[in-house]
């Protein structure tokens, strides 16, 4: 298994970190249901040559006394190749498809959390 953090993202990930923040109570269900909807887009942009790839998505929930924290990846090694190769034009799928699944679906993301949790005032 390979582990990227997204950074190509800042300003999209500053938006979303800033709307979590405000979210009193922030469960780890919500932060689960935010990363399920990011995974599943992430699947959706995956580029496809033997369905390996997409289908090694995961969604893990680290509910640390500290903070909670969710991680949506991919399982195969290889992985973060695919990601981050921009000069192979996919049939099905593109590179950064994780990346541009966070963009996509952020406010989304963001409205599933605030549904678990109380917002602040």
Known sequence: MIRKRISGSKAVLKNLHKEIARIKGATPAGLRLAAII?????????????????????????PSPRRTVAEVGVMQDYGIYVHENLSVNHPTGEAKFLEKAVGAKAREAAEAIRRTAKVRS
């Open 38 to 62: 990011i995974k599943i887009e992430s699947m959706k942009r995956t580029p496809v040559d033997t369905g390996d790839l997409r289908g090694s998505h995961y969604v893990a929930i680290d």
